[in-house]
């Protein structure tokens, strides 16, 4: 078995157990709200979000498992200044969608996996990584502001890469590696991007970006050495909505299904570990999520 495949079975079966195992706190029933699920629980427990709107912000604690019903329905949806989301160490966050703060998600030197994620709509970057970077897979990290990924001065450790993401419309870059920044991004999408789909600090070229597909971003770089040859431009032909929206969920493209690094498709994944959620009802009354803006301009 590949390096890349060892590491990402050890994830799933580790996560696995982390939202089989321990105690289950069910958003509202059990608390009324996320952060008071997140402060009931302890290490290898799951707080499990019903789908509705909860405007809140909120702070994990190590090993807990913050995982929402339905990723597009399941939302947290911030103030528009502060952090929505702070990671922790050997947390997960998993099937939410995470919009409207100044940052969706804020990782100060901790290392979650973010895993079936939407994060949109924020004000500055749609995850912030300072120092070490999470494991970043199978998200959605669309229409925000300033940049959809925003890594300073990060480093992967343990394995964590940004892989099999759709990075799209994002304001100015899709990823921004700043300061000294050294992080594998691999079978990724990056789709129109307002001004770069990675950016790269003079410091972070040691970065390496994979097996990539880059479509319709105004530059793919700022700094075209620093990306590696065998990354792609292919129309992922993903589902057209009303207006000039797309279901980000799957690329309909062929020449994506084996493209991607270790011969796996670019883009999101089929979900390994979805969370047991059919034995409960997973509707709370709220208020109709807003739909999140989207890009209308072609470049």
């Known amino acids: 078995m590949k390096p890349a495949i060892t590491v990402l079975a050890f994830s799933v079966l580790f996560f696995s157990s982390l939202v089989l195992g321990g105690q289950r706190i069910v ?170 789909a990675v950016f790269f600090s003079d410091a972070s070229q040691r970065s390496r970006i994979d097996h990539n597909d880059f479509y319709f971003n105004r530059k793919v770089s700022n700094l075209q050495r620093a990306v590696q040859t065998n990354n792609i431009a292919v129309d992922p032909q993903f589902f057209p909505l009303e207006g000039d929206n797309f279901n980000f969920t799957r690329a309909q493209a062929v020449a994506l299904q084996t493209t991607g690094k270790d011969s796996t498709a670019i883009g999101i994944m089929t979900d390994p570990i979805a969370p047991p959620a059919t034995t409960i009802a997973d509707t709370v009354s709220a208020p109709a999520p807003a739909k999140p803006a989207a890009d209308s301009a072609k470049k």
């Not at 912030?128 to 970077?133: E, F, Q, S, T, V």
């Not at 343990?158 to 419309?169: E, Q």
């Not at 000294?180 to 991007?193: A, M």
Request: aromatic share 6%; net charge neutral.
């Open 27 to 196: 958003v509202p029933d059990m608390a009324r709200t996320i952060q008071k699920g997140i402060d009931m629980a302890r290490e290898g427990d799951t707080v499990f979000v019903r789908v509705g709107t909860y405007n809140e912000h909120v702070t994990l604690h190590e090993g807990i498992a913050l995982v929402g019903a339905d990723w597009q329905n399941s939302i947290i949806s911030g103030n528009g200044r502060d952090p929505v989301v702070r990671g922790a160490d050997n947390a997960l966050i998993k099937n939410l969608t995470i919009k409207n703060g100044g940052r969706g998600i804020l990782c100060e030197n901790t290392n979650p996996t973010i895993d079936h994620c939407i994060i949109t709509n924020n004000k500055k970057s749609g995850i912030h990584c300072l120092m070490n970077l999470p494991m970043v897979h199978n998200s959605i990290i669309s229409d925000n502001q300033w940049t959809g990924i925003f890594c300073e001065s990060c480093r992967g450790l343990r394995g964590t890469t940004i892989n099999h993401n759709v990075i799209a419309r994002n304001r100015y870059c899709g990823v921004m590696l700043a300061g000294t920044s050294e992080v594998l991004i691999h079978s990724t999408i990056f789709f129109e991007n307002r001004e770069y």
